[in-house]
Each structure stands twice: as C-alpha cells, then as structure tokens.
C-alpha cells in the first residue's frame, strides 16, 4: 500500500482544524444571539464585522430566516467576552457591545493587513532611493525617531492610495478601464511601507515622492477608526489634519491631479 506523505496528511488534519474551529465559531454566535446564522468569515480589511438581516415578511414577523453576517478572521481568536459582544451585536447593536468590539479591533489591527512576511528589501531605484526620502522625511516631520521600514513593492498585495474619495470616484467615471494606481502602503505587522515602482520616474517631482511617503509614515501612528457599521476608516479626521501639515501638501495633490497620468 502507498503510504501518504507526512507533509499532506499534517496539512489536511490543519484545514480540519480550521473547520471545526469556524464552525464551533459560529455555533457559539447563534447560542449567544438566539438566532440562526449564514456566517462568512472574510479576510476583508475594510469591513471587520458586517451583518445584514433578512426583511421579515408579513407572515413571518420573527424573521426566522438566516442572519447575513461577515466577520474578519481575527475574531476566531478573540477572548470570550469579545464573542459574547458579537453575539449581542448581531442581536441588538448598543453602546456597550460596540465599545468591547472596537476596543477588541484597536488593540488587533495591527494583525489584519498583509499577513505574508517580506520578502527581501530593496530601496534603490533608478530615480530614488527610498531609504533617503524616508530619512528626510523623517527629519522633518517627525524628529527622526520613527521606525518604519520601506522598500519597492513587488507586484502583488493590496496597496494603498493617497487619493481622496473624491478623486477616486473621478477617476472611476471618467473612462470604465482607467488606471487606477496605489501609490503605496503601510503594512503593520512588518513596519513597512511598500511604494509602487511605478514612482521610479524621473517625471516624479521628489515633494511628492516625500508626501507618498509622509502619508505613509502617518498610517504607522495613527489607528483606523471604526464606524457602526464595523468599517475601518484609516483617513480619519485627525489623519487628514496632520496630512495637511505637510509644506507641499496642495502642489503635491495637484501634481497627482493634473501630472500623475503622464507618467
Ligand atoms: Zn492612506
């Protein structure tokens, strides 16, 4: 008889584990809440925890149907009370169960993004080389003392925008195949900010290469907010305050309105 190699039998008796676990997950969310759940568990960053209920119907004023709800991955691993906020949360949002679960996502965030390591660093490019912008950068806006890592990103990975929603939506209407570009992103769990090589041009003026990256560098030290409806916002109010700190913060966003589809 063929034996089974060690390697896939370790692998299959894991993706069980993590059955069992997602399942026993949702057992214990329907027991809390009272009610049945049609429950996904997502790796989505912008929306942690989302549910959705079914309209009830005239015949039906209970509801009986499934609850929608979308939950990100991290919550598998939350402690007990943090469950038994969810659970409460799918029954009746309050004040008091969103505060466990938002303070639960603050203190976790970190463990959302990009859960692959790095791979080997590179910050010279043909035009910049990171590590200067970033040293500079850090000079002037935050004493030097940051401590963040950057390099050229590879093709891959979800990556950030420096965009406002506004210009997004712009871009979005204006033709259905536009190029839309992630400048950057923060990556948490590494400290690291990866930056599109497609910045690597000498029509790049280097005020908006050093604004890139001072967006970047504020994603480092100042947390996402949660709304109630469990999305992230990472542009806070106070994000947008200090971004406009920056000296060539209006020329940057006009570069990136007027110049950036030249590149
Ligand atoms: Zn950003």
Redesign the pocket.
């Known amino acids: 008889m063929k034996s089974v190699p060690e390697k896939s039998l370790t692998y299959k008796r894991k993706d069980c584990d993590l059955e069992v676990s997602e399942q026993k997950f949702k057992l214990r969310l329907e027991r809390i809440c009272g009610r049945r759940l049609n429950l996904r568990i997502n790796d989505n960053v912008s929306s942690l925890l989302n549910v959705t209920y079914p309209r009830a119907r005239p015949k039906d004023p209970a509801g009986r149907k499934e609850i929608n709800v979308s939950i990100n991955r991290i919550f598998l691993q939350a402690p007990p009370e943090v469950i038994e906020a969810v659970g409460q949360f799918i029954r009746r949002a309050t004040q008091k169960n969103r505060t466990i679960i938002r303070r639960f996502i603050y203190e976790n965030w970190h463990k959302i993004r990009s859960p692959s390591a790095p791979r080997r660093l590179v910050v010279k490019g043909k035009y910049f080389n990171l590590a200067e912008v970033l040293k500079k950068v850090n000079r002037e806006y935050f004493q030097g003392k940051l401590r963040v890592r950057i390099s050229w990103s590879l093709p891959r990975g979800r990556l950030?925008t420096?965009a406002s929603d506004k210009t997004e939506h712009k871009r979005r209407r204006r033709k259905r195949s536009f190029r839309y570009i992630q400048f950057a992103a923060y990556d948490e769990t590494h400290r690291l900010i990866r930056v599109n090589p497609r910045l690597d041009n000498k029509r790049v003026p280097s005020y908006f290469m050093e604004y890139i990256i001072y967006?970047e560098m504020l994603?480092s030290i100042i947390p996402p907010r949660l709304t109630p409806s469990g999305r992230l916002v990472?542009?806070t109010p106070e994000f947008r305050r200090r971004e406009r700190l920056f000296k060539y913060y209006e020329k940057a966003r006009q570069w990136e309105e007027n110049c950036f589809d030249k590149i």
Do not use: G, K
Request: proline share 0%.
């Open positions: 950030d420096v967006h994603h990472y542009h």
